[in-house]
Nanobody, 127 residues
Framework: EVQLQASGGGLVQAGGSLRLSCVAS????????VGWFRQAPGKEREGVSC????????DYADSVKGRFTISRNNAKNTVYLQMNSLKPNDTARYYC????????????????????WGQGTLVTVSS
């Protein structure tokens, strides 16, 4: 059974940083495309960042480019989202998701790509 456990959320002031973790079980994250998504109250869920299988190519939403960094630790089967220079409009519940990326070297932030989802972790940025 595939399980994705997101953690690391919390309350932070604008300009601060947080690092989210997505720990996977039942899969080897190195072989999977992993994405981070977020959903703010009253808004649709949106893609934030993703990392490809095999070669760790990455992609970011324009709203987070230059502030967020996605990375992977294969030994820990974990994907991270380092979030710097946080803004109040980054406030949302953040979810990680995964899909088997066998033979691929790309990723994208479309929800429809991903078949496995974690439960989310709440990030609140105060002004």
């Amino acid at each position: 059974e595939v399980q994705l456990q997101a953690s690391g959320g919390g309350l932070v002031q604008a300009g601060g940083s947080l690092r989210l973790s997505c720990v996977a079980s039942g899969i080897t994250t190195r072989q999977y495309i992993v994405g981070w998504f977020r959903q703010a109250p009253g808004k649709e869920r949106e893609g934030v960042s993703c990392i490809s299988a095999n070669v760790d190519n990455t992609d970011y939403a324009d709203s987070v480019k230059g502030r967020f960094t996605i990375s992977r630790n294969n030994a820990k089967n974990t994907v991270y989202l380092q979030m710097n220079s946080l803004k109040p409009n980054d406030t949302a519940r953040y979810y990680c998701a995964a899909v088997n990326g066998y033979g691929t070297t790309w990723c994208n932030n479309r929800e429809s790509l991903y078949g496995h989802w974690g439960q989310g972790t709440l990030v609140t940025v105060s002004s």
